[in-house]
């Protein structure tokens, strides 16, 4: 019973969830501590951005408006699917 006590004490409320995200888990981490403490641990520092990136993300966030630009002027909701379907296949007409 000890090796499985800390599993059926989480099946309750939110437990199910965690236990399930925990099996799904792409990486593996450590299991909580059974006292009750809470372990803190220092962030990852991601590298800066280049300035590659940098313009990168300025042309997708000028791609991004263009697009709700092009949303916006729909007259209703048949229109905005139909303008968001053309935009999913490529064939926005007068959007490019």
Same mark, same amino acid.
């Given at each position: 019973?000890?090796?499985?006590?800390?599993?059926?004490?989480?099946?309750?409320?939110?437990?199910?969830?965690?236990?399930?995200?925990?099996?799904?888990?792409?990486?593996?981490?450590?299991?909580?501590?059974?006292?009750?403490?809470?372990?803190?641990?220092?962030?990852?520092?991601?590298?800066?951005?280049?300035w590659?990136?940098?313009?990168?993300?300025?042309?997708?966030?000028?791609?991004?408006?263009?697009r $709700?630009?092009?949303?916006?002027?729909?007259?209703?909701?048949?229109?905005? $699917?139909?303008?968001?379907?053309?935009? $999913?296949?490529?064939?926005?007409?007068?959007?490019?």
């Amino acid at each position: 019973m000890g090796s499985t006590q800390g599993t059926y004490d989480r099946i309750g409320g939110w437990g199910l969830f965690t236990l399930m995200a925990d099996a799904l888990a792409v990486g593996w981490r450590e299991p909580a501590p059974r006292d009750g403490s809470v372990s803190v641990q220092e962030p990852e520092r991601l590298p800066a951005a280049g300035w590659l990136d940098r313009i990168d993300h300025w042309f997708w966030l000028q791609q991004q408006r263009d697009r $709700e630009r092009y949303l916006a002027q729909a007259k209703d909701v048949f229109d905005l $699917e139909a303008r968001i379907r053309d935009l $999913e296949r490529g064939s926005a007409r007068g959007f490019y």
